[in-house]
């Protein structure tokens, strides 16, 4: 679905321009997303398998859900919209946690270049995978996975081809954040 976005320069902040998603994926113009790991109190991950017609990374694993903010939109308004999508599931603002900042450049191919800046939050899961509704045009498969296993195959680069590649200092970042907050 292509939606109006805020343009960033390269540094993340804001350039008060806007453009379709399209438009910014197509020349490379960085704008933001949330990112939002949900963790259990059982030391457990849950994971997205993307849809297999994804323009990027379909049917790998990856943050549990993540979108693109609106133009103009709150940043932790985006993340409670993009989660009651994806996965069915009502969340407030305190229940987000910021870990960070992230940015990210990947070129597809010439008419698709990814330039963004995640704004990456952990939630705790309180209710159980069976409880979760898909987005069927946007997610394959929801998973839980133990953080050992999860930051053996990211971190320790076990299994790198599984998951999308956001690089090792991030999932670094997510995985020991969750340690702290276990």
């Known amino acids: 679905m292509d939606e109006l976005v805020d343009i960033l320069d390269e540094k993340g ?16 113009l960085f704008h933001p997303t949330v990112h939002v790991w949900f963790y259990t109190q059982n030391a457990q991950v849950l994971l997205q398998q993307r849809g297999k017609d994804k323009d990027t ?16 939109e709150n ?23 910021h870990i960070g900042v992230f940015k990210s450049v990947q070129k597809h191919h010439d008419e698709l270049i990814d330039c963004e ?16 509704q898909k987005q069927d045009s946007e997610v394959e498969a929801l998973e839980l996975t133990s953080l050992i296993r999860f930051s053996e195959e990211t ?11 956001h690089g090792t200092d991030y999932y670094k970042t997510v995985i020991k954040a969750i340690k702290k907050s276990l």
Request: glycine share 10%; hydrophobic share 40%; charged share 20%.
């Open 13 to 28: 902040n804001f350039t008060g321009k806007t453009a379709m998603k399209s438009e910014a994926h197509k020349h490379g």
């Open 75 to 97: 940043l932790e308004t985006s993340a409670i919209r993009e989660v009651a999508e994806e996965i069915g599931l009502t969340i407030t603002k305190d229940d987000l946690h």
């Open 155 to 165: 971190w320790g680069l076990a299994n790198p081809g599984k998951y999308v590649p």
């Open 57 to 72: 990374h379909p049917l790998l694993w990856d943050v549990s859900v993540a979108g693109h903010v609106g133009a103009g």
């Open 117 to 132: 800046f995640h704004h990456a939050y952990l939630c705790e899961l309180k209710v159980p995978l069976s409880q979760l």
